[in-house]
T-cell receptor, first 113, second 113 residues
Framework: ETGVTQSPTHLIKTRGQQVTLRCSSQSGHNTVSWYQQALGQGPQFIFQ???????GRGNFPPRFSGLQFPNYSSELNVNALELDDSALYLCASTQGASNYGYTFGSGTRLTVV | DQQVKQNSPSLSVQEGRISILNCDYTNSMFDYFLWYKKYPAEGPTFLIS?????DKNEDGRFTVFLNKSAKHLSLHIVPSQPGDSAVYFC????????????FGQGTTLQVKP
């Protein structure tokens, strides 16, 4: 049974650019959530996808968007990058929309310069 | 507003002694609480959880206590081991139809040999 894998592990982007982060869910999981973890803070919920539909969103602007594919892998897209978007982005998967038994990936470290 | 707070950024204990990590919350609608452990360059891993209808849950060396009237929970690790050195996050789940978790800021535990 494979866990949650995220790519890339590190990324450097310039302010104003767009970025796509990828996540492969754990086998058998149909729900994926994305979290942003700024330095020295706990993870903050961005949004959740269940069966390819967004079914929950945190306090993040629309330039943060996502996709979930039929194989339950997922993407996080961020447009018009700002310096404050620099953070660790964590993907977590589980089975069931309201199941909080998440398995987290190791994250993508995004640096915006 | 920070609904889940871990007021101690760090804690240092001697190997073999008890580690007590604390967490406070403000939202009385939270129905489930979890503790995650995070090593550098890894994602958070689930440690132990407790439902709001209970006041204690134990798993090996780890025990979580919940005081609903005080909106406070704590994680006890006995005996502490050097391998327990990590960042510990408290998280809460609200009564929503998503698995959204609200995390505290984390406490860095150092267990000295």
């Amino acid at each position: 049974e494979t866990g949650v894998t995220q790519s890339p592990t590190h990324l450097i982007k310039t302010r104003g650019q767009q970025v796509t982060l990828r996540c492969s869910s754990q086998s058998g999981h149909n729900t994926v959530s994305w979290y942003q973890q700024a330095l020295g803070q706990g993870p903050q919920f961005i949004f959740q996808y269940y069966r390819e539909e967004e079914n929950g969103r945190g306090n993040f602007p629309p330039r943060f968007s996502g996709l979930q594919f039929p194989n339950y892998s997922s993407e996080l897209n961020v447009n018009a990058l700002e310096l404050d978007d620099s953070a660790l982005y964590l993907c977590a998967s589980t089975q069931g929309a309201s199941n909080y038994g998440y398995t987290f990936g190791s994250g993508t470290r995004l640096t915006v310069v | 507003d920070q609904q889940v707070k871990q007021n101690s950024p760090s804690l240092s204990v001697q190997e073999g002694r008890i580690s007590i990590l604390n967490c406070d919350y403000t939202n009385s609608m939270f129905d489930y609480f979890l503790w995650y452990k995070k090593y550098p360059a890894e994602g958070p891993t689930f440690l132990i959880s407790i439902s709001s209808i209970k006041d204690k849950n134990e798993d090996g060396r780890f025990t979580v206590f919940l005081n609903k009237s005080a909106k406070h929970l704590s994680l006890h690790i006995v005996p502490s081991q050097p391998g327990d050195s990590a960042v510990y996050f408290c998280a809460a789940h609200g009564s929503s139809n998503t698995g959204k978790l609200i995390f505290g800021q984390g406490t860095t535990l150092q267990v000295k040999p």
